[in-house]
């Protein structure tokens, strides 16, 4: 049986109803902004998700993945790097006329949506900079992952349970990852400014921070 027809047999009547309606990327957003943002220190499947309304950035990063996979899209994510003052982001891809986009969920403002109005993933990541930050106003991204496409994990059910999704954490930790910064441009880095910093917690769960 394939992953999506296991999915949407999973499904109840109302969220097969709800599930139908996510027919673009912005809408899955949208569905994710309204999601609480959890604090839990373990992963939850897509079906999860839709269950809970709870997700952190790997649980939404999943659940877009899958809604995307939904509608025609492969199940593409990225693991974008920080240094060791703050926590990766997942991405959940998608491209639209040659062009890359993304869905996400995140405790900071900035973390979230992008438009598929970038050439290349490099160009996609880098749009993430000024935004990915730590609660000390230190601009903490470094590096991103090569894609990876869920599709390999589908034998371990990753869309209805959750009892495996620690092999595609440990799966991300091993695959080819791109530097973004020399040791020199990280020496020049200023903090954010404090008025865009507080503008990217605006609705944050304190619990949900990393705190170096």
């Given at each position: 049986?394939?992953?999506?027809k296991?999915?949407?047999?999973?499904?109840?009547?109302?969220?097969?109803?709800?599930?139908?309606?996510?027919?673009?990327?912005?809408?899955?957003?949208l569905f994710?902004?309204?999601?609480i943002?959890?604090?839990d220190?373990f992963?939850?499947?897509?079906?999860?998700?839709?269950?809970?309304?709870?997700?952190?950035?790997?649980?939404?990063?999943?659940?877009?993945?899958?809604?995307?996979?939904?509608i025609?899209?492969?199940?593409?994510i990225l693991?974008?790097?920080?240094?060791?003052?703050d926590?990766?982001?997942?991405?959940?891809?998608?491209?639209?006329?040659?062009?890359?986009?993304?869905?996400?969920?995140?405790?900071?403002?900035g973390?979230?949506f992008r438009e598929?109005?970038?050439?290349?993933?490099r160009e996609?990541?880098?749009?993430?900079?000024e935004?990915y930050?730590?609660v000390e106003?230190?601009k903490?991204l470094?590096?991103?992952?090569?894609?990876?496409n869920?599709?390999r994990?589908d034998?371990?059910?990753?869309?209805?349970?959750?009892?495996?999704l620690?092999?595609?954490?440990?799966k991300l930790?091993?695959?080819?990852r791109?530097?973004?910064?020399?040791?020199?441009?990280?020496?020049?880095?200023?903090l954010l400014?404090?008025?865009?910093?507080?503008?990217?917690?605006?609705?944050?769960?304190?619990k949900?921070?990393?705190?170096?």
């Open positions: 049986m394939s992953a999506i296991l999915f949407n047999q999973s499904l109840t009547d109302s969220e097969k109803t709800f599930m139908a309606k996510l027919t673009d990327p912005n809408k899955i957003q994710l902004d309204e999601l943002y959890s604090a220190p992963y939850r499947c897509p079906l999860q998700v839709l269950q809970d309304k709870t997700a952190h950035c790997f649980d939404g990063a999943l659940f877009a993945t899958a809604a995307l996979r939904q025609g899209y492969p199940p593409f693991d974008m790097i920080p240094n060791q003052r926590d990766d982001h997942l991405l959940a891809l998608y491209k639209q006329e040659g062009h890359w986009g993304a869905i996400a969920k995140s405790n900071f403002v973390l979230r598929p109005v970038y050439r290349n993933l996609l990541v880098m749009s993430y900079f935004q930050y730590n106003r230190e903490t470094r590096g991103y992952t090569v894609p990876l869920l599709e994990f034998k371990f059910n990753w869309m209805t349970m959750p009892d495996h620690d092999k595609i954490a440990d930790d091993q695959i080819r791109f530097d973004l910064l020399s040791d020199k441009m990280t020496k020049r880095l200023s400014d404090q008025r865009s910093y507080q503008a990217g917690l605006m609705g944050v769960n304190e949900g921070l990393f705190r170096p």
